[in-house]
C-alpha cells in the first residue's frame, strides 16, 4: 500500500523546475479559486484511504509519518472536482484557461506520447498552500551517498515527503542534530503511480505552458515505469520523457499565436538546466575528490565551505548574465549541501542515457517504453551497467521524425 502515498517515488522536485516557471499574471483572490470538496467525496476517499492505512500500518512503528502521508493523500482527493464543474462554476478566465490548456496537452500525452489514458489530470484541485509536498534529503557530511527510506511495496528512496512544511521542518532539523547535511524543497505535484488519479493542483496550474506540458509528461511516464529502490533511474527516465514531449508538443504548437512564447518559454527552460547542471556536475565532482581524499576531517570541512561558496559565485555570476532572470534561489535556500547535490543529481544523472535509447529507437515512444521496462526488470548491478554501455554506443545514423 505504501506505494499510494507520496513517499513512494520522488516527487517533482527538479530544481530547474522550481525556479522562475510562474505564469506573469496575478492568481485571483482565494475566495473566488478555492472549490470546496464535496461531503459524499470526502466520505468515499477516505473511506478508501482508511483501508490502505489498516494495511499499510500493519507491523510498522512510523504509525504518526504514515498517517501524515495517508490524511494528506484523503484532503487532496477530497478537493479534486471534474474540471468541467470547475469551469462551470469558475469565474477566473485566466484559470479556466489554463484548464483547457492542460486538458489539450493530457490528451497529446496519450494520442501521441503513449502515456497511460486515465483519469489523471482530469480533475482540478485548489490545496490552499504554495506546494503540495516538502521533501526532505540528507546525506552524511562527507559523502554524497544519500541517506534511504525504506518502505513496503515502494522500497527505498532518498527522501522522505511530508504534507506540512513545518513537519519536513522538523525532520530536517532532527536530521541535522544528527550531524545530517539536509535539503528541504517544495513540491508543486508528485504521482501515486496510478493508484489514484492525479489532479491538477493550483501549485503550478499558473505555471508558464512551457512548464505545464513538461510537468504533465512527466508525471504520467512514471505510470509508465517505476522501479523499487532507485529513485535516479525513476527520475532520470521522466525527464527524458517530459524532454521528448515537450519537443513534440512544441511542434504541434508552431500554428498557435502563442508559439513564439512558448518556443523562448522552452528555450529559457533549457538553459537553465543545463545551466544548473554543469554548475551542480562540477560541484559533485569537487566534493567527490575531496571526501576521497586522505585530508583530516577538519580540512575537509575547511575545503567543503569553500567549494559550496565557488558554487554560489557562480550561481550569482549565471544570475548578472541573465539580467537576474535565471535564478536558482529556491534551490541554494533549500540548503546547498551535499544533500542537495543529491536531491538535484537524482533529475540528471542518467538522461543522456534514455534519451540515447529513445535515438536508437528512432523516436518510437512504445518501442522505448518496452526497452525501459526491460531494464526495470533487471537487478541494479545489471541495470547499471545496461544504462552506462547505451552511452557509449554510437547514435543511429538516421533518426525518424517524430509522429504528430
Not at 484548464?99 to 496537452?105: G, N, R, T
Not at 557530511?141 to 522522505?160: D, E, H, I, N, T
Not at 508528485?190 to 496550474?205: A, H
Not at 575537509?300 to 535564478?327: C, P, Y
Request: glycine residues 6%; proline residues 5%.
Amino acid at each position: 500500500m505504501e506505494s499510494r502515498l507520496p513517499v513512494a517515488r520522488a516527487t517533482a522536485i527538479d530544481p530547474v523546475a522550481m525556479m522562475d516557471v510562474r505564469v506573469s499574471i496575478p492568481a485571483p483572490d482565494k475566495s473566488c479559486e478555492r472549490i470546496l470538496p464535496r461531503p459524499g467525496r470526502r466520505r468515499a476517499a477516505r473511506s478508501i484511504i482508511v483501508t490502505s492505512l489498516a494495511l499499510a500500518l500493519a507491523g510498522c512503528s512510523a504509525a504518526e509519518f504514515y498517517w501524515q502521508g495517508v490524511s494528506g493523500q484523503v484532503d487532496l482527493m477530497t478537493r479534486a472536482r471534474p474540471i468541467p464543474e470547475i469551469v462551470r462554476d469558475m469565474p477566473d478566465g485566466t484559470l479556466k484557461t489554463k484548464l483547457a490548456h492542460v486538458q489539450a496537452m493530457r490528451a497529446f500525452a496519450t494520442r501521441e506520447l503513449a502515456l497511460p489514458d486515465n483519469g489523471s489530470y482530469t480533475r482540478y484541485a485548489d490545496v490552499g498552500r504554495q506546494y503540495v509536498v516538502w521533501n526532505v534529503f540528507a546525506a552524511p557530511q562527507f559523502s554524497l551517498a544519500a541517506r534511504q527510506w525504506c518502505f513496503p511495496v515502494a522500497g527505498c528512496v532518498a527522501y522522505r515527503g511530508y504534507f506540512a512544511e513545518a513537519d519536513a521542518r522538523a525532520e530536517a532539523d532532527r536530521l541535522a542534530a544528527e550531524g545530517y547535511d539536509v535539503h528541504v524543497g517544495g513540491v508543486p505535484a508528485y504521482s501515486t503511480l496510478g493508484y489514484f488519479d492525479d489532479p491538477v493542483l493550483s501549485t503550478f496550474i499558473r505555471y508558464r505552458d512551457a512548464e505545464l506540458a513538461r510537468l504533465v509528461f512527466h508525471e504520467l511516464a512514471h505510470q509508465i515505469v517505476y522501479v523499487k529502490d532507485d529513485t535516479s533511474f525513476n527520475e532520470s527516465f521522466a525527464v527524458a520523457v517530459e524532454e521528448a514531449g515537450l519537443a513534440r508538443w512544441q511542434m504541434a504548437q508552431k500554428e498557435s499565436p502563442e508559439s513564439a512564447q512558448f518556443a523562448a518559454d522552452v528555450a529559457r527552460i533549457q538553459r537553465m538546466r543545463s545551466d544548473f547542471r554543469s554548475m551542480v556536475r562540477a560541484t559533485r565532482d569537487r566534493l567527490t575528490t575531496l571526501y576521497a581524499s586522505d585530508l583530516t576531517s577538519n580540512e575537509k570541512l575547511i575545503r567543503k565551505a569553500a567549494i559550496f561558496a565557488d558554487m554560489g559565485r557562480e550561481h550569482e555570476r549565471i544570475k548578472a548574465e541573465s539580467n537576474g532572470t535565471v535564478v536558482f534561489d529556491r534551490w541554494f535556500a533549500g540548503g546547498a549541501n551535499n544533500a542537495g547535490i543529491i536531491s538535484a543529481g537524482l533529475y540528471a544523472d542518467r538522461v543522456p542515457q534514455f534519451a540515447a535509447l529513445l535515438a536508437e529507437e528512432h523516436g518510437d515512444l512504445p518501442r522505448f517504453y518496452s526497452r525501459v521496462r526491460a531494464l526495470a526488470a533487471m537487478p541494479k548491478v545489471e541495470r547499471d551497467s545496461a544504462l552506462a554501455a547505451i552511452g557509449t554506443r554510437e547514435p543511429p545514423t538516421t533518426v525518424a521524425a517524430p509522429r504528430l
